[in-house]
């Protein structure tokens, strides 16, 4: 199970951070994915970060803007959004999927599970 938090309201070039509760399961193992949707607008792979925590992954939108992190005895992870502007404006969800490994992926249906989302605006 996960469940997101951290989502609000913010004015343009200002900061939140979002946090993804894991249980259930060990993020060892685990691959964590974030993701995002606007109004109208498709599900966007935004970060990523493998269950080794060597590797991950930014959409070119938020990169050096957002930054991924885990706490694994915390079972969580987080992303830290900085500089943000209104086209970040979203529902933002974390996904997992059991891959043990370097990799995690961009793609929506790349992962199994799926918390609540947690809607990010950005407004002045």
């Known amino acids: 199970q996960l469940q997101a938090s951290g989502g609000g309201k913010a004015q343009p070039g200002e900061s939140l951070r979002l946090s993804c509760a894991a249980s259930g399961f060990s993020l060892d193992s685990y691959a964590i994915g974030w993701f995002r949707q606007a109004p109208e607008k498709e599900r966007e792979g935004v970060s990523c970060i493998s269950s080794s925590g060597m590797s991950r992954y930014y959409a070119d939108s938020v990169k050096g803007r957002f930054t991924i992190s885990r706490d694994v005895a915390k079972k969580t992870v987080y992303l830290q959004m900085d500089a943000l502007n209104p086209e970040d404006t979203a529902v933002y969800y974390c996904?997992?999927?059991?891959?043990?490994?370097?990799?995690?992926?961009?793609?929506?249906?790349?992962?199994?599970?799926w918390g609540q989302g947690t809607q990010v605006t950005v407004s002045s």
């Open positions: 996904a997992t999927t059991y891959y043990i490994g370097d990799y995690c992926g961009a793609l929506a249906d790349e992962y199994d599970f």
